[in-house]
């Protein structure tokens, strides 16, 4: 078998090599390069592609990968709304992704941020750099007086769940699929505008979807508390960037965590030199601010998770290749 692995990164390149020394039946070529339209025909040849970008899968592309004859398409991560559906059903091909490589990264980075977020991390630090030790203004609520609404408790909804419960704070939930263990805890309330009503921190786990675009919008903002902090380390798509922006000049929002932005792709995990030179005036507005903290969507971005991305992807391709089969198979109506 021949797989074609795409957009390989350095940090990934070491579980690489190592996989392939694990599997000397299978012929391995990792490219640095992501798959696009200028990429696509090194695929040629190649059973199967592993892949891992945030830009798009177009039409073009896929249709490209059908031409070739390639059937099976492993995705390293998780989700799934950057791909063209249609066209990688008119060409039959099997898609996997990653469920799983390691919830609790981002359980436990979205649960740091909100940590900083509370403790007020930004300001002590900016202070104590223009040489002020002093405490006040920023004295700080705790996390264990507060009700966390998660929206969405899927596998990482789940993992944030657990550390915020060992703070000590009250979690309620929404999802349209509710777990039967924490259903039976009564964690679930029965509608969003239910946990914006309650919540003092609303914590978004959810996958981008057609009918969640913007789902974090100005009626969604208004039925939520005074002062309630926002948690986004999902999807950028499901906050209306202006609505946030809104919120947060009016003091509706005291502060949000931003590990993901709608407009990212091409942004995120790239260097401008400066931040003057960041091609963004609407993410510069919210980075400004010291009560939001913007990360480049690295709550996933650990050694443990890479590894599971690379091996898990690769795993996955053979298993197709081998059995027709793979249980991370993705089943998309
Ligand atoms: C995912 O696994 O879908 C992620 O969001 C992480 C990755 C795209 C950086």
């Known amino acids: 078998m021949k797989i074609v692995a ?23 070529v990792g490219k640095s390069e992501l798959l696009d339209d200028q990429t696509v025909a090194d ?21 490209k990968l059908g031409e070739y ?16 559906w249609p066209a990688i059903k008119a060409n039959d091909i099997q898609v996997t992704n990653v469920p799983a490589y390691s919830p609790e990264a981002i359980g436990e980075y979205t649960v740091t941020t909100l940590m900083m977020l509370l403790r007020h991390a930004r ?12 405490w006040a203004p920023d004295i700080a609520d705790e996390l264990n007086q507060m009700t966390v609404g998660v929206y969405a408790t899927g596998k990482i909804g789940r993992a944030a769940i657990n550390i915020y419960r060992g703070f000590g704070a009250k979690v309620i939930a929404y999802d349209i699929y509710r777990n039967p263990e924490l259903d039976a805890e009564g964690i679930y309330v029965d509608t969003p505008e239910e946990l914006y009503a309650q919540s003092d921190v609303i914590s978004l786990h959810a996958p981008a979807t057609a009918e969640n675009e913007h789902m974090l919008n100005d009626q969604a903002f208004a039925n939520m508390k005074d002062g309630v ?13 202006d609505a ?13 965590g931003l590990d993901v932005y709608e407009d990212e792709v091409g942004i995120f995990n790239s260097d401008f030199g400066s931040f003057d030179a960041i091609p963004d005036e609407r993410l510069k507005d919210l980075m400004k601010r010291e ?17 599971n991305m690379v091996y898990y992807a690769m795993d996955a391709n053979k298993d197709l290749f081998e059995t027709g089969k793979s249980d991370k198979l993705v089943q998309v109506d």
């Open 6 to 28: 795409y957009g390989i990164r350095d940090d990934e390149r070491p579980f690489l090599d190592q996989w392939s020394k694990e599997n000397p039946d299978v012929e391995v």
């Open 123 to 134: 300001q002590f630090i900016r202070k104590e750099s223009q040489g002020n030790f002093k």
């Open 229 to 241: 902090w926002i948690l986004n380390p999902a999807r950028g798509t499901l906050i209306d960037t």
């Open 244 to 256: 946030l922006i809104r919120a947060l000049d009016s003091g509706k929002v005291a502060g949000a």
């Open 291 to 307: 009560n939001v903290i913007v990360t480049p969507h690295i709550a996933f971005y650990t050694k443990r998770a890479v590894k």
């Open 69 to 84: 004859g390639i059937k099976f398409m492993s995705l390293r991560n998780v989700g799934i709304d950057n791909i063209d």
């Open 43 to 63: 695929a040629k040849g190649a059973d199967g592609i592993v892949v891992y970008q945030q830009k798009p899968y177009t039409a073009s592309v896929i249709n």
